[in-house]
């Protein structure tokens, strides 16, 4: 079972926002960030690759050039064994300023016999680390006599740095002069300016530095920092950042080293990083408050609509709807307006309807004068007529008078005063029937006599304690008391007749709660409901009866008064 | 469904290009291991200048990676001291053997491969301190501004002309000052030490309170001019005059001590065998050459001249000093220098 929690709507247009419309954007902007990332590291990467392959290929194209050009020469070896003439000093300058002119990077050429004197004396100021004939193990001399057959590459520092490359004359297998060919650091400055703002570094293999435009990377002697020779690609010095890539030219004696900076970028994007974080964080705290607001607000129409049907179902029929925010909602507000109307509408006519019914019921109820009474009236005076015709007549115009009023539609309810004077007519029928056998007793407050009762109440009353207490004994006496209490009108009729049994007396009890008689005694429930139906509310009848001491019914009545009077 | 799809693909995009990113960098950054290569620490008080082309060619010569830490030889000698248990240095460089011989036990006994064609004076007697070069104590003038004041030799400095106008280091970081205090000490005692602090009285009265951190500064001070005299060694001194400052070398005409600075293994040094190897180098034909030729120094060996622009130790007054004595006393004196320098300036 997949159980959902009912949510409010504002709270689900606020969370559809936030799905679908911050936390995409924000993904988007974190792929833009990261594809530039990307783009800009790969330009980075390419450009310093580049930078590095062009200063390597260039230099490594010079130094070939200038490697052969001492190779040939070193193939020769009248040049130590022989005098060099005149032709020939012109054929190797001229050579030397052939290869000038096809790589634009001049160098300088020394031929020196085994004693390191110079045999081509072609410059005035020779380098001390090459004519000093001391210098046999020392720099590129000690090179190329460790490795004569070779070509020898070496740095020398003489008023700045200087590439030597040199290899040996042979003469029948023993060393016979040296050949070395000079090319000054400064000849390379112009190529480094090509490639900027890559900066590169060029090294021989131990890292001491022969070319350099960055200074960053060099330690206090002259050498490419130890900790960062074996390092390439992103790396962090000194807490800035650096693409590093390397390139080892010429048998791996010389490297190439290409540096781009790219702290200021990185700086950059962190910064930017940053700035869109916060942004989205400010987003989304906004969002957070000020969603609840706008979600509230948009859906504000529909809280009324449910507080409306809240109060519906509360029973409250007067909230109606005002609503001109949207088109639909207006719509929803006035059909509720009009169902609002309808449904009180109905309520009314229900209202009415029942109120005929009730009306029915009572006149049903009314109607209720017991034909035992009528009957047994009757025969009374036939027998009083023969015996005693006065006591008849009196019989008579007691009954006619009862009738008359029992069946007068005029008003159901009635001054307590007038209706008490029919109930002595009915009192004096009795009196006449049981003579001493029955005995009453009536006593009425004075302002309660022009209060209003339902009619005929008192005598069903009575009606009711004659016929029940005759029961037992012989005798009954009856008492009527009648007062305001609490602001109701109560009458209390008291027998002391028989009594009523008490599982009998529960049921009867019981009865009375029901909208239906479900007992045969008709009596007190016509009554109790009689008064229920006219009063409604806290209004009735109630019994209480000891058996063989008498009942007392108490009516509740409310104080009324005849509003013409 | 449709926009799980949507979400989903744009998720897995974005991991996609971060784990790419990630791989791509650690990529970038293959880290070749170095291979095993021997190493070498040097501590030296000597001129980087110096060390330059002296390092760079025993680099190439023997492949050993060789790290320098420079500073004043009496820092050194401390940190070396403090290191004791755990020794980060190989070879001790620079530094005069009387500022050297007090900690001794600090060093390796070694004796190189070239003892044999080391002069006399500076044999390897002690066991410990192979001699390097040997260091005469001169002054340097700034020829720029000496103008007409005479300086030949110590008792000029006294000159009140010069007063706070004289570069000298303090005697305790530098062994050149240390020489240089020696020297007026048995110079100017005229043999008896004792008697030579009355000149070192006067003399620190005309520094005016200057009392410089390294020789360095002392050398720099005379050469941008804002000292006209400065106590230093010679090769200090001769490198500026090869290079063509308006500097002139002063051989005290009272005496010149001459003392050797020393190339030492450290005690339990880390790379026994490169340091071995590096005092054979620099005791070597072609170092010792290329220290006289080059750097402006005087060789210890027999058979490499002095140059040509220096003068020969013929030429020059030269003092003598009881060493023994001033081993002993080094402490001392540098404290009673100490005393004398604070005492002038408080007053």
Not at chain 1, 399 to 427: C, G, H, K, N
Not at chain 2, 299 to 322: C, F, G, M, Q, W
Request: aromatic share 10%; hydrophobic share 40%.
């Amino acid at each position: 079972m997949n159980r959902k929690r009912i949510r409010y709507f504002s709270d689900n247009i606020r969370h559809m926002f936030i799905l679908y419309a911050i936390i995409p954007a924000f993904l988007i902007a974190c792929l833009c960030m990261g594809l530039i990332l990307g783009i800009w590291q790969y330009s980075v990467y390419t450009t310093n690759r580049a930078a590095n392959a062009k200063v390597s290929n260039v230099f490594q194209k010079v130094v070939d050039i200038y490697i052969n050009e001492a190779l040939s020469l070193s193939k020769d070896e009248s040049l130590i064994t022989e005098p060099i003439d005149t032709n020939k000093l012109v054929e190797i300058r001229r050579s030397m300023y052939k290869l000038f002119a096809e790589t634009k990077y001049s160098a300088k050429l020394y031929i020196l016999d085994e004693e390191l004197n110079s045999v081509l004396s072609d410059y005035n100021n020779m380098p001390g680390f090459l004519i000093d004939n001391s210098c046999y193990d020392w720099g590129i001399i000690r090179e190329i006599r460790e490795n004569p057959q070779d070509i020898s590459i070496k740095l020398a520092t003489e008023g700045g740095r200087i590439l030597c490359i040199g290899t040996s004359i042979q003469k029948q297998g023993e060393l016979a002069g040296y050949i070395v060919v000079t090319i000054p650091a400064d000849e390379f400055r112009l190529l480094l300016t090509q490639v900027s703002p890559q900066q590169t570094v060029i090294t021989d293999g131990n890292g001491w530095i022969y070319l350099t435009n960055n200074y960053v990377f060099q330690d206090t002697l002259g050498r490419f920092v130890r900790e960062q020779e074996y390092s390439e690609g992103f790396i962090q010095y000194q807490d800035k950042g650096y693409y590093l890539s390397k390139s080892k030219i010429c048998k791996d004696k010389l490297q190439v080293y290409t540096i781009t900076s790219h702290d200021m970028e990185s700086r950059m994007f962190y910064t930017m990083s940053m700035f869109i974080l916060l942004i989205f964080a400010a987003i989304i705290i906004i969002t957070y408050f000020i969603s609840r607001k706008v979600a509230k607000k948009s859906t504000r129409d529909i809280y009324k609509i449910a507080e409306a049907f809240e109060q519906v179902k509360k029973g409250n029929l007067e909230r109606y709807l005002n609503i001109d925010s949207s088109v639909e909602f207006k719509e929803i507000g006035e059909a509720y307006n009009l169902m609002l109307d309808g449904l009180k509408k109905n309520i009314k006519e229900n209202k009415e309807l029942t109120r005929y019914a009730a009306f029915a019921q009572v006149k049903q109820l009314e109607a209720q004068f017991n034909p035992h009474f009528l009957f047994n009236t009757l025969d009374n005076i036939r027998f009083m007529s023969k015996i005693d015709p006065e006591a008849s007549d009196k019989m008579i115009i007691a009954l006619s008078t009862l009738l008359r009023y029992s069946i007068s539609d005029a008003e159901e309810e009635i001054q307590v005063e007038e209706d008490m004077r029919y109930t002595e007519s009915y009192l004096t029928i009795l009196k006449i029937r049981y003579n001493r056998r029955f005995t009453y007793e009536i006593d009425v407050e004075e302002k309660v006599k022009k209060y209003l009762i339902p009619k005929l109440m008192i005598q069903s009353i009575i009606e009711n304690a004659v016929k029940y207490g005759y029961a037992e004994g012989d005798t009954l006496h009856v008492t009527i008391k009648g007062f305001e209490k609490e602001g109701k009108l109560i009458f209390v009729c008291k027998d002391n007749g028989g009594g009523i049994k008490e599982d009998m007396l529960k049921q009867i009890r019981e009865n009375l709660l029901l909208p239906v008689n479900k007992t045969n005694h008709h009596g007190i429930y016509n009554i109790h409901r009689r008064i229920q139906l006219m009063y409604h509310g806290d209004y009735g009848v109630t019994l209480e009866s000891k058996l063989g001491e008498g009942t007392v019914v108490t009516l509740t009545l409310p104080v009324r008064m005849n509003s013409g009077l | 469904m449709k926009r799980k799809i949507i979400i989903t693909v744009i998720l897995s995009f974005f991991v996609i290009l971060l784990v790419g990113y990630t791989i791509s960098k650690r990529n970038h950054n293959v880290h070749i291991s170095k291979h095993q290569r021997e190493e070498l620490v040097i501590y030296s008080s000597h001129p980087l200048e110096f060390l330059r082309p002296l390092i760079e060619e025993f680099e190439s010569k023997t492949e050993i990676l060789v790290t320098v830490v420079s500073g004043g030889t009496g820092e050194l000698i401390e940190r070396i001291e403090g290191e004791q248990n755990n020794p980060n240095a190989d070879i001790l460089w620079g530094g005069t053997l009387s500022t050297l011989k007090p900690q001794k036990y600090l060093f390796e006994e070694y004796s190189c491969a070239n003892e044999d064609v080391i002069q006399e004076e500076f044999k390897n007697k002690e066991g410990m301190f192979t001699k390097f070069s040997d260091v005469p104590s001169v002054l340097m003038v700034n020829t720029d501004l000496i103008g007409n004041i005479k300086i030949n030799g110590y008792k000029d400095l006294l000159n009140p002309e010069l007063k706070g106008k004289i570069a000298y280091c303090s005697p305790a970081v530098s062994s050149s000052a240390f020489e240089h205090l020696i020297n007026m000490l048995y110079t100017m005692g005229e043999g008896n030490p004792e008697e030579g602090w009355d000149y070192v009285k006067l003399f620190c009265e005309n520094l005016d309170g200057n009392l410089l951190k390294s020789s360095t500064e002392v050398y720099q001070g005379v050469a941008n001019g804002e000292f006209v005299v400065g106590l230093i060694f010679e090769e200090a001194a001769a490198a500026l005059v090869a290079n063509g400052e308006k500097i002139k070398i002063v051989y005290m005409e009272e005496g010149v001590l001459s003392m050797p600075d020393c190339v030492t293994i450290v005690k339990n040094s880390p790379h026994l065998k490169s340091a071995k190897a590096f005092i054979d180098y620099a005791t070597g034909y072609e170092v010792q050459t290329m220290i006289t030729i080059e750097l402006n120094r005087r060789s210890v060996r027999v058979d490499v001249k002095t140059p040509k622009y220096l003068k020969t130790k013929d030429e020059i007054t030269i003092a003598h000093a009881d060493r023994e004595l001033v081993y002993e006393m080094k402490k001392e004196w540098l404290q009673k220098f100490k005393e004398i320098f604070l005492n002038i300036n408080e007053e």
